[in-house]
């Protein structure tokens, strides 16, 4: 079928909102009516080629829409279930059986290496194969998916705003309730206040932190984070962050989450924890340099890394809008919405810091 997607051609170039050829599902797939895809940093480094995708593709890994049409083996979903897509994971190899998806063996290939799980492509442009982004492909009016990419949601909560629960949101959040999972009472620093951070500090108010010092240099965005349960807020601008954390807390955090790829700031994160303090990283960080002795083994302090919020998308993502139904998890604070064809204006708003998530929604 023919559907309308944003196409990258080029490193670094601007989307290209043109015409593009989609298969049908195989027997493990589902094609998706989108209804809204959230734009995530993620989307950006594969566009500027930081993490190389093959080009040309479509990008997009946030989605959210309609069931269409389901493959002969597919049994979790039907057509017109309301679904948010999340990441691809092969369901075979160890990580994915002990319940670690996000971490599965084949993550790099399935969702940045421009195919499908059969190693396939289902788009096509003037009869030349176009790669998929995360198993997916969210930037168009229409997307393939496997089953294990898709998740069944409530039909009472605008499907508009779901899909960044898929990649950002669940990040965030799951870095704090899956990966850290910080005691009632305990302390947490999160260095960067986008959607990721903005994230980690509701996250933290649900467990219970008695301190959540959120660090950017957006005032704008310190102000958010107040309102989401950030106990303190400092511009890493205008102080020491790491003697402030220090002084906020009489000595550090037990916990920090790191999110803005800034080397700089990964190694704030770890010097601001107390003794046996763990920070975890989930930006796409380059070489940063650390004294291993006085950074981290003299204090007993962990460095971890974090992959979409160590979470089963199935079992997650409902919980979060249970917590979001309840008023708990007001993620739609962050939100700005766009059109398809506004889809280079959103990113550009993302990362001047005017919309902390911006989200294009597709015509039908």
Do not use: W
Not at 184 to 190: M, N, P, R, S, W
Request: hydrophobic share 40%; proline share 4%; net charge negative.
């Amino acid at each position: 079928m023919k559907v309308k997607a944003a196409v990258t051609h080029g490193k670094g170039e601007d989307f290209q909102i043109e015409e593009v050829e989609l298969a049908d599902p195989t027997a493990n797939e589902v094609l998706v009516k989108v209804v809204a895809s959230g734009v995530c940093h993620t989307d950006a480094v594969a566009r500027d080629q930081e993490v190389p995708v093959p080009l040309p593709a479509v990008l997009g890994h946030e989605g959210s829409g309609i069931i269409e049409k389901v493959g002969s083996n597919v049994h979790t979903v039907e057509k017109g279930d309301h679904v948010v897509l999340s990441f691809s994971s092969c369901g075979h190899c160890e990580n994915c059986l002990s319940g670690h998806p996000a971490y599965c063996l084949y993550f790099n290939d399935l969702n940045f290496g421009g195919k499908m799980n059969d190693n396939t492509n289902r788009i096509k442009q003037d009869g030349e194969s176009v790669s998929s982004f995360f198993g997916q492909s969210s930037f168009g009016t229409f997307a393939i998916a496997n089953e294990r990419n898709v998740v069944k949601v409530d039909k009472d909560v605008d499907l508009a705003l779901l899909g960044p629960l898929g990649c950002g949101i669940q990040t965030g959040s799951g870095t704090v309730l899956n990966k850290l999972q910080p005691n009632f009472g305990e302390t947490i620093a999160v260095f960067g206040c986008g959607a990721v951070g903005l994230s980690a500090v509701m996250a933290a108010k649900i467990v219970g932190c008695s301190q959540i010092i959120a660090i950017d240099v957006h005032e704008s965005r310190l102000e958010l984070a107040k309102e989401l349960g950030a106990t303190h807020v400092l511009n890493g601008k205008e102080v020491d962050t790491v003697e402030e954390i220090r002084k906020l807390t009489g000595g550090g955090t037990n916990y920090a989450v790191e999110t803005t790829s800034v080397p700089a700031l990964a190694r704030q994160s770890v010097q601001a924890l107390k003794p046996l303090g763990i920070s975890a990283v989930v930006g796409v960080t380059q070489e940063t340099e650390f004294n291993v002795f006085e950074d981290i083994m003299a204090l007993g302090k962990g460095l971890v890394g974090a992959i979409e919020g160590n979470a089963i998308p199935q079992l997650f993502i409902p919980k979060l809008i249970a917590y979001y139904k309840n008023g708990q998890f007001p993620f739609d604070k962050l939100i700005n919405f766009y059109e398809l064809e506004d889809i280079n204006q959103a990113f550009a708003d993302s990362k001047q810091g005017t919309t902390v998530k911006p989200i294009v929604k597709m015509e039908h």
